[in-house]
């Protein structure tokens, strides 16, 4: 199909207008388009999807359907905490997608799922066997798979109904108090609350994908409802470790309530974190660690509890942030 690029679309980039220009073309889908030479500018093939439109240029595009996902076995090591005939956790390292997705096709959790478990529940779909809730790309820790679709019904109940419990540790920018009362700035962003014996900041903030970028998600008043608590570990100059009890479970949930409320985790660019630390020169990750999970065991009804360990690196990230 032809596309005319006029005046209105000069300095936009390619991989942007195609992707506007036709009907459910995502933009990493037009990316492998452009790819794949499918793309030409005045009947140049263009393999560069930043490459800005200067108008009165004429696009041609040559569309392809997506062959239909299938995750394949690999075999990729996963630290395995738990695991019986019903379901499995697992300790997921950082860097690791949970399952294929635009552009990530392998490397993935699902991929070493199948090479590690004879059978998964089929729920979720030939690309997500065994996949009831996911973990950021760089967040580490505790993930519950399933291995029959009776499992994996329960405990997506379990979810919806709110009656899984979350717990992460995070280490973020900046210092807190143990008492959130102690930081006026906290209390325009939440409430303190006692639990445990501990003073917790509870963050009420709506959640809703981001107008002006796709891939983040932002606070708005008409967002979904997202609640979370955070409480002080332990808390040095210029960092803070926190935990974290999310009682939703929104997308990037801990991640935007913590940068909301003036504490961004360390190396979370996408969320306002500093892109260089003088502490840790080539930060490649945030550091965002799912601790612990507790639901129900889905055929005996058990109330389990997992607690995922932090990786090596994990914690010789936060030992030398002074932590």
């Keep these: 199909m032809r ?96 399952h294929a997705g635009a552009g990530n096709h392998s490397g993935t959790l699902v991929n070493a799922l199948l090479h590690h478990f004879d059978r998964l529940s089929s729920a979720s779909g030939d690309s997500r066997p065994g996949i009831v809730h996911r973990l950021d790309r760089f967040t580490t820790g505790a993930i519950v798979v399933t291995k029959h679709d009776r499992a994996h019904r329960l405990l997506q109940e379990q979810f919806q109904k709110r009656e899984v419990r979350k717990h992460y ?48 998600m932002a606070v708005a008043s008409n967002g979904r409802e997202a609640v979370s608590d955070f409480r002080v570990l332990r808390s040095g100059a210029r960092y803070s470790a926190v935990e974290v009890r999310i009682h939703t479970g929104r997308t990037h949930q801990v991640r935007l309530h913590l940068a909301s409320a003036g504490h961004p985790v360390v190396g979370d660019s996408l969320y306002g974190a500093r892109r260089a630390l003088p502490e840790i020169p080539g930060l490649r990750r945030y550091l965002l660690h799912a601790r612990r999970l507790e639901f129900e065991h889905p055929d005996t009804g058990q109330r389990m509890g997992f607690d995922a360990p932090p990786d090596a690196e994990f914690a010789r990230l936060v030992s030398r942030l002074g932590l």
């Design 169 to 216: 540790w995070a280490v973020v920018e900046g210092a807190l108090p143990h008492d959130p009362h102690d930081d006026p700035r906290l209390l325009r962003h939440g409430r303190p609350v006692m639990r445990d014996g501990w003073w917790w900041l509870r963050l009420e903030l709506p959640i809703r994908r981001d107008k002006r970028n796709r891939i983040k």
């Design 3 to 98: 596309l005319d690029a006029g005046q209105e679309d000069v300095g936009g980039r390619l991989d942007r207008f195609v992707s506007q220009r036709i009907e459910d073309a995502s933009r990493s889908l037009v990316l492998e388009w452009i790819r794949a030479g499918r793309v030409r500018v005045n009947g140049t093939v263009e393999r560069k999807a930043s490459r800005r439109l200067r108008g009165n240029e004429a696009v041609d595009v040559d569309p392809a359907a997506r062959p239909p996902l299938r995750a394949m076995p690999e075999a990729i090591d996963i630290d395995i905490l738990y695991e019986d005939q019903h379901i499995a956790v697992v300790n997921k390292p950082a860097g690791m997608i949970v």
